[in-house]
């Protein structure tokens, strides 16, 4: 096993919060480049979302009246902690596969609900009406997209026969990648949807829906808990994506130079999907979220489960 | 360290709106500079929804007796530092200032750093103010 200070250095530098954060602040850039091309504009310089960081740690910090104070600062924390650690683990069971334990697909999936659910709590207790109506919405919208999410994943493991990412790597990199077959693409466009869901982009950006509820859930966030919120959304850019190419794309070869362009492309077509869907679609209301969810989305995942049981 | 901030600052200004009972046509002109002809995304301005997340407080219109105490509210609101803006004749005094409703201009409710005249003012002009006021920080 690692010790205490390999540990602290995986979490902290690479490829935990530092390699993410900077990575997935650059594919914000890459979002909202992509985004102002599509409305024929120019767009933000590249340093753009490192900046506002920057300036939002130097700005004022101010606890509303009436506000829990210990649920306000710590939940946002523990969210950017929670997604800090998947994106750890992400890379280790893609670089050392036989780091891998029984289960840890499970632990990852609780762990990617962490920053929805911590931001949840952030958001009732900042006692803002509209910030407490952000937060149902994000509620509901989690337990519609869940249930496929899940069903989806689960068709990989039906593929692999088993809960260990590390071996769905190495069985990906001797027999080609899942996407490859036909329950495999049908898990993938599933996943894709729930991963957008999970984002919060258009369509689903229901629950900080700017132009109705001003922000949701994110209201009250002022300063440095604003910038800790935007480094939570970048790293969930990156790490999603990364998610999604470990269990259907054949996973990360870091040891060769074509495994790491490879790597590359893959990330950047996910990345410009997202944003593509997110440029193309208006918002849609909660209701027709959850119908959307879990009618055709989840009958495509019980198709692809099936089809993955039966073999193809 | 601080002198970091003020750099970051300059480079990503967060712009809140601020309508307090203006006609909709300087409102409109600031609309404006978000669109492909100017887009002052280029240089970090981006307009957000709360003011808790602003840097810049746009603020449009004769200043009337409803919303004076809110322009207030959303000021406290703000995170330090921030940076007022009057775009427009209305709030540094105007036609409508001897009305029974209009508490009178702007700086008599909030300190303003920099105003913005004109019926409505050109983006062009909104943009060297900014400028300004960004040299001032």
């Known amino acids: ?312 | 360290m601080k002198r970091l901030f003020r750099w970051a600052l300059k480079r990503s200004l967060y712009v809140y709106h601020v309508g307090a009972s203006a006609c909709n046509n300087c409102d409109i002109e600031i609309l404006d500079l978000l669109t492909p002809k100017f887009d002052v995304e280029r240089f970090g301005i981006v307009l957000v929804g709360s003011p808790r997340h602003a840097d810049v407080l746009l603020v449009t219109g004769a200043v009337n007796k409803l919303i004076a105490p809110r322009l207030r509210e959303v000021y406290e609101a703000t995170p330090n530092p921030k940076v007022v803006v009057a775009i427009g004749t209305c709030p540094s005094g105007n036609i409508f200032q001897d009305s029974y409703n209009v508490v009178g201009p702007l700086d008599k409710i909030i300190p303003v750093d920099i105003y913005i005249p004109g019926c409505p003012p050109k983006p062009e002009a909104m943009i060297a103010g900014i400028v300004k006021v960004l040299e001032k920080l």
Request: proline letters at 4%; charged letters at 10%; a positive charge.
């Open chain 1, 1 to 312: 096993m690692f010790d205490i200070l390999e540990v602290l250095f995986l979490y902290l530098v690479f490829p935990g919060f530092l390699f993410s954060a900077v990575v997935g602040l650059l594919s914000c850039w890459v979002d909202r480049k992509v985004t102002a091309k599509v409305q024929w504009r120019v767009g933000p310089p590249m340093l753009q979302p490192f900046i506002d960081i920057i300036k939002l740690l130097g700005k004022e910090v101010i606890l509303p009246r009436g506000a829990y104070k210990f649920s306000f600062f710590f939940f946002p924390l523990l969210g950017l902690a929670g997604i800090t650690l998947v994106s750890t683990m992400l890379w280790i069971f893609n670089v050392f596969p036989d780091k891998t334990f029984i289960g840890d697909l499970i632990v990852v999936l609780y762990l990617l609900m962490l920053p929805p659910l911590s931001l949840i709590l952030a958001g009732f207790a900042s006692k803002n009406p509209l910030a407490t109506l952000g937060a149902s919405r994000e509620m509901k919208l989690m337990l519609s997209y869940e249930l496929p999410f899940i069903l989806a994943i689960f068709t990989i493991v039906a593929k692999s026969h088993s809960l260990l990412m590390g071996n769905m790597v190495t069985v990906q990199s001797t027999q080609g990648m899942y996407l490859l077959s036909a329950s495999g693409i049908i898990a993938f466009i599933v996943a894709l949807i729930c991963i957008q869901a999970k984002l919060g982009f258009v369509p689903f950006d229901i629950a900080d829906a700017e132009q109705e509820i001003a922000g949701g859930i994110i209201i009250e966030f002022s300063g440095a808990l604003l910038a800790i919120y935007k480094l939570t959304k970048a790293i969930m850019l990156f790490v999603l994506p990364v998610f999604l190419i470990t269990l259907f794309l054949g996973g990360i070869n870091v040891f060769t130079l074509w495994g790491i362009a490879q790597f590359i492309l893959k990330y950047v077509i996910i990345l410009t999907l997202i944003v593509v869907i997110k440029n193309t679609n208006p918002r849609l209301r909660i209701d027709q979220a959850l119908r959307f969810f879990w009618g055709k989305v989840t009958v495509l995942a019980v198709i692809a489960m099936v089809l993955a049981l039966v073999g193809w």
